[in-house]
């Protein structure tokens, strides 16, 4: 059974940093597509980055130029650094998994952007 344990969340100052990490258990192959999204109160669920390996990265608009998501693909771990944040960017962050008709999905890490 496939699990994800996110961790790195926590509180921060607007225009400061943290690097969230995911990494994937009881899987025994590289996932083709690691993902990050996020769910602020009272909104849905959204995707800040996802990480395809050797086809694409993609980023949320908002987030371009301030998050950066690598892989590491032989460990199955994904992070998320978030540089520059801002209130706006509190929410709970999610990682996801998807391999074929494999999908999962983390606990949630929450992340507080607060003076």
């Known amino acids: 059974q496939v699990q994800l344990a996110e961790s790195g969340g926590g509180l921060v100052q607007p225009g400061g940093s943290l690097r969230l990490s995911c990494a994937a258990s009881g899987v025994k192959f590289s996932i083709n597509t690691m993902a990050w999204y996020r769910q602020a109160p009272g909104k849905d669920r959204e995707l800040v980055a996802s990480y395809t390996t050797g086809i694409r990265i993609d980023y949320a608009d908002s987030v371009k130029g301030r998050f950066t998501i690598s892989r590491d693909g032989l460990k199955n771990t994904v992070h998320l650094q978030m540089n520059s944040l801002k209130p706006e960017d509190t929410a709970v962050y999610y990682c996801?998994?998807?391999?074929?008709?494999?999908?999962?999905w983390g606990k949630g890490t929450l992340v507080t952007v607060s003076s």
């Open positions: 996801k998994a998807r391999h074929a008709s494999m999908e999962r």
